[in-house]
């Protein structure tokens, strides 16, 4: 079964943190700098920014410019910005810099709402780049952030097994959809959706 999918407002709710720092620049550069803001604050998020800001060299504003693109939902641009700073070696935003890139898997599965079956491929990569980001960073202050997205990214695909095992009642294919709900019981114990498929079959006994 498949729900509404959802628009690219959901990034805008992912209600991200912090913002890298700034640093001090040549006098040179001011005027790219300054473009390269308004650009941004414009809500502007393309190839030739993302180029314009890679050419800058400055790490703090490669994230800078990562975070809006990641929440314009402009998920490709975002993780070449986030490479990008990766690639420099620059380790004082390394936390941040980590935090947005494991936010681009969670805002995919996030858009992948109304598609079950893709929704479970994007979340089973939500799950491993949030879960990740936790162990590697268990100091960093975006840390508390990743308990509810874990959280959510079983909820939807526990629902998602959920959509899969109606269809496949639905389709006619009683056994493969009873099959699937246990396994949402087992694998996912704590969802809503575990609750539904329980009094799904309960109500397909026999």
Not at 24 to 51: F, H, I, P
Not at 77 to 99: F, I, K, P, T
């Amino acid at each position: 079964m498949k729900t509404t999918r959802m628009g690219c407002w959901i990034v805008l709710a992912l209600s991200l943190t912090g913002c890298a720092g700034n640093q001090v620049r040549s006098q040179g550069q001011e005027a790219a700098l300054a473009d390269v803001r308004a650009r941004l604050a414009m809500g502007q998020c393309d190839t030739a920014l993302t180029q314009q800001v890679q050419a800058l060299g400055e790490p703090a504003v490669l994230l800078e410019a990562a975070y809006q693109c990641l929440t314009l939902a402009r998920l490709d641009v975002a993780q070449v910005l986030v490479d990008s700073y990766r690639q420099q070696g620059e380790a004082s935003e390394a936390d941040y810099a980590a935090y947005l890139a494991a936010l681009i898997p969670y805002a995919r599965f996030e858009l992948a709402r109304g598609d079950s079956q893709l929704q479970l491929q994007l979340g089973r990569e939500a799950h491993a780049a949030l879960t990740g980001f936790v162990r590697a960073y268990s100091q960093s202050g975006y840390r508390a952030e990743m308990v509810p997205r874990v959280q959510a990214v079983l909820e939807g695909m526990a629902r998602a097994e959920y959509d899969l095992a109606v269809l496949d009642q639905e389709r006619g294919d009683l056994a493969r959809a009873k099959a699937r709900m246990r396994y949402v019981q087992r694998g996912y114990p704590r969802s809503a959706a575990a609750a539904d498929a329980t009094a799904w079959l309960l109500d397909n006994q026999g």
